[in-house]
């Protein structure tokens, strides 16, 4: 299956680079076939300051952007811009037509308010999916822009596992960005699903009775084998920097060593769920320029959309 490549000791290591690559490539057919008509998928990412981190992801979504043909535009605002300014930005963008999709380089500075400047944003073009619009037509199992991240997780576990009806999907972790929405995701796809937190009573126990475990808390290689089911799938979102034999070096939520002894498949860090983000961004992009136009959701590739439950079956 696409997204696989080498076999570990216990494991499957889902290669997330490879995953990206097929996303990619189907995205730079859908902008043909768009390009055909006369449509050209443009992304506005928006930076304030000069956090050095922002400015690589921003670096980053424009080169991926050129590479499958989407027109990118890049607005950089000093650190010192007010609020104001900023949403006079997002909506003068909300007009132009040859935007298709608004990216707001999160973190902004201290001084505006982030969740402001995200509801600003047009709804149709909110490719980062965050919304309240979005959000809740997730939560509906409505055809919405969904985030980016919690995309991803969900084409790697496509492509590994297939069909994922009646599988116990346990997420660790409840962010907006994250969590939530992976959770929501998991039920369109008629998973049973657990959301474990921090104020989760006998988590480990709980994680053990998963098909699927999702981690995406952000604490630096807490999931042990001790918290696997043998033959479990693992979707490692974490991406923390730690020191370690006086060397940097990035590690996930899940402590990977051991892990892959009891895992049936399991995503690297890094190279597993990261390069599907900013790969899944650019499918939201073309997803945003057809929902603009009207057109069906199988107008392009059948992945130009995720599939929402089928009729009879959202709220069973």
């Known amino acids: 299956m696409s997204g696989l490549s080498q076999t570990l000791p216990g494991a499957r290591l889902i290669d997330g680079k490879a995953a990206a690559a097929q996303v990619l490539a189907e995205v730079r057919a859908d902008v043909l076939a768009l390009q055909a008509q006369q449509l050209t998928p443009g992304l506005a990412v928006v930076l304030v300051g000069e956090d050095p981190a922002s400015h690589v992801y921003v670096r980053n979504k424009v080169l991926r952007a050129n590479e499958v043909g989407i027109n990118s535009f890049e607005y950089r605002l000093l650190a010192d811009s007010s609020e104001q300014e900023v949403l006079d930005l997002v909506q003068q963008l909300n007009q132009e037509a040859q935007v298709n999709g608004i990216l707001v380089q999160l973190p902004l500075p201290a001084h505006i308010d982030e969740n402001k400047v995200l509801q600003a944003i047009d709804p149709r073009k909110d490719v980062d999916g965050f919304h309240s619009e979005n959000v809740g037509g997730l939560s509906q199992g409505r055809e919405v822009l969904a985030p980016c991240t919690p995309a991803g997780c969900m084409r790697l576990l496509h492509d590994h596992c297939g069909d994922l009806s009646g599988k116990h999907a346990v997420v660790v972790g409840r962010s907006n960005i994250v969590g939530k929405p992976m959770a929501a995701l998991l039920l369109q796809a008629h998973c049973s699903v657990t959301v474990l937190h921090s104020r989760?009573?006998?988590?480990?126990?709980?994680?053990?009775?998963?098909?699927?475990?999702?981690?995406?808390?952000?604490?630096?290689?807490?999931?042990?084998?001790?918290?696997?089911?043998?033959?479990?799938?693992?979707?490692?979102?974490?991406?923390?920097?730690?020191?370690?034999?006086?060397?940097?070096?990035?590690?996930?939520?899940?402590?990977?060593?051991?892990?892959?002894?009891?895992?049936?498949?399991?995503?690297?860090?890094?190279?597993?769920?990261?390069?599907?983000?900013?790969?899944?961004?650019?499918?939201?992009?073309?997803?945003?320029?057809?929902?603009?136009?009207?057109?069906?959701?199988?107008?392009?590739?059948?992945?130009?959309?995720?599939?929402?439950?089928?009729?009879?079956q959202t709220g069973a």
Request: proline fraction near 7%; charge should be neutral.
């Open 200 to 312: 989760s009573v006998n988590a480990a126990a709980l994680c053990r009775q998963a098909d699927i475990v999702v981690a995406a808390v952000g604490r630096p290689r807490m999931i042990g084998a001790d918290w696997l089911k043998p033959g479990a799938v693992v979707i490692d979102v974490g991406i923390n920097r730690i020191e370690e034999d006086g060397r940097s070096r990035l590690v996930g939520d899940v402590d990977f060593d051991s892990a892959v002894q009891v895992a049936a498949a399991i995503t690297p860090v890094p190279g597993g769920v990261g390069p599907m983000t900013i790969a899944m961004l650019m499918r939201n992009t073309v997803t945003a320029t057809l929902l603009q136009q009207g057109l069906a959701p199988d107008h392009l590739s059948r992945h130009s959309l995720s599939p929402a439950p089928t009729a009879g």
